[in-house]
């Protein structure tokens, strides 16, 4: 499996952006998407989940309210639209998969960054 992050950029604290996360590979169909990030310096936390159809989606506190998951699974897609961006937004942000059978890919990060 490959996934592909992008739509990272600089943006204005206030501003939007819209990642996406292509794979290819395998179906994602099955599988559980999700999106995580990490600022320079820290770990990598967890930003957003959506079930494989789309139904049950959750987010971290911090971006609650702002981000929306979503995937069109004929497209292999999944992505993150990310609104009311903030400075502390500013992280690499990577795609995940998880299949039914537990197993989990990383694709490799899109930058973003959040000016004040």
């Known amino acids: 499996v490959q996934l592909q992050a992008s739509g990272g950029g600089l943006v204005q604290a206030g501003g939007s952006l819209r990642l996406s996360c292509a794979a290819s590979?395998?179906?994602?169909?099955?599988?559980?998407m999700g999106w995580f990030r990490q600022a320079s310096g820290k770990e990598r936390e967890f930003v957003a989940r959506?079930?494989?159809?789309?139904?049950?989606?959750s987010y971290s506190d911090s971006v609650k309210g702002r981000f929306t998951i979503s995937r069109d699974n004929a497209k292999n897609t999944v992505y993150l639209q990310m609104n009311s961006l903030k400075p502390e937004d500013t992280a690499v942000y990577f795609c995940?998969?998880?299949?039914?059978?537990?197993?989990?890919?990383w694709g490799p990060g899109t930058q973003v960054t959040v000016s004040s």
């Open positions: 995940s998969l998880t299949s039914n059978y537990g197993e989990g890919y």
């Open positions: 959506i079930s494989s159809t789309g139904h049950i989606r």
């Open positions: 590979g395998r179906p994602i169909s099955t599988s559980e």
